[in-house]
């Protein structure tokens, strides 16, 4: 019985190892991204968000076509709620990408982490789940931690001289992108799990092209990127691919809510990239910002989990 048991424990043990793994490499690959999105000379979000979405169009066509899953759902709604947040998701990734160009890198990432906290409150509105008090402290928590981030100067008079219109602009660009990331989700939860992954990911492909091609165009931008910012541009579509999927591998392996802990760990890649190779060092409020942001996100995951593997222990003792 007991080598027997040792078997049964060193699949979950293993899968556990491998969430864990590939969840810090999605971390990695999505503060990579942004690190390299900094380097660009003259190429912007748009192009980036271009690539990104004709790769992944690319990878995921035949996956669609070995599956044999129907691009188009029967339901006319169903596939208005796709499109929006294919659309909604595409503006995520613009306003973050968007965002690095006028703050640092570890400021971006702390701000638009502030949707694990946000998808709580969205959800208690729009889907009325519970939320308790301790999520709703949290969340003010979260607030304080954007605020040391942002700086703003009614705050801060004697900081006034190192706020600029950048700084203004970054910080609502990556909030903006946190608020897409969190109604993204929320419409992902509503559609539930009938909804193959691969479909949302597909939309949000075809959207993401259309919009980074009508976007400058109608702007008159529209160009070729410089050789130098086309290998770039190439490279942060593969990093934030691989990215994605192996998010995909570790939601496979680990609980969701374990996932999103390990994820929080891009801010402090994030600001750990930034200092080797921009060489910048964050001012200490947006470090304690930061870093608040991150302890948020973390305890109320970990919240969750407890709470779902308490509901489940009295489920089996029942």
């Known amino acids: 019985m007991d080598h027997q048991d040792r078997e049964e424990k060193c699949p979950e043990k ?5 969430g864990f793994t590939f969840s810090l490499l999605a971390a990695f690959s999505w503060a990579l991204a942004g690190l390299l999105f900094k380097y660009l000379k003259d190429a912007g979000a748009d192009q980036v968000q271009l690539a990104r979405s004709v790769l992944q169009f690319i990878v995921l066509l035949p996956l669609l076509t070995y599956r044999k899953e129907k691009l188009l759902q029967d339901d006319l709604k169903t596939n208005f709620i796709l499109v929006v947040r294919g659309l909604i998701g595409v503006l995520s990734n613009w306003f973050f990408f968007s965002s690095i160009k ?4 570890g400021d971006a ?8 906290t946000l998808v709580g409150l969205f959800a208690c509105i729009c889907l009325k789940e519970r939320c308790t008090v301790i999520e709703g402290l949290l969340s003010i928590l979260t607030f304080v931690g954007l605020v040391l981030v942002a700086r703003p100067s009614f705050l801060f008079q004697n900081l006034a001289s190192e706020l600029t219109g950048n700084l203004i602009i970054g910080i609502l660009l990556s909030f903006a992108s946190a608020l897409c990331s969190t109604v993204s989700i929320i419409v992902v939860r509503y559609l539930g799990s009938e909804i193959h992954f691969s479909i949302t990911m597909l939309h949000y492909s075809w959207v993401g092209a ?10 008159g931008t529209l160009q070729i990127p410089c050789m130098d910012d086309l290998l770039l541009i190439s490279l942060i579509a593969v990093v934030g691919l691989l990215g994605q999927m192996f998010m995909i591998i570790s939601l496979q392996k680990e609980k969701a809510g374990r996932v999103v802990v390990v994820l929080s760990t891009q801010i402090i890649f994030a600001l750990v990239l930034q200092l080797v190779f921009l060489r910048y060092s964050p001012t200490l409020t947006s470090l304690i910002g930061s870093l608040i942001i991150f302890f948020s996100s973390v305890v109320l995951t970990l919240k969750k989990i407890r709470g779902r593997d308490t509901l489940n222990e009295k489920t089996n003792k029942d």
Do not use: D, G, H
């Not at 293993?14 to 491998?18: A, D, G, M, Q, R």
């Not at 006028?102 to 890198?105: D, E, K, V």
């Open 14 to 18: 293993c899968n556990k190892v491998i």
């Open 102 to 105: 006028f703050i640092p890198l």
């Open 109 to 116: 990432v702390s701000v638009m982490n502030s949707y694990i």
């Open 210 to 219: 259309i919009y980074s091609l009508a976007l400058p165009a109608s702007k």
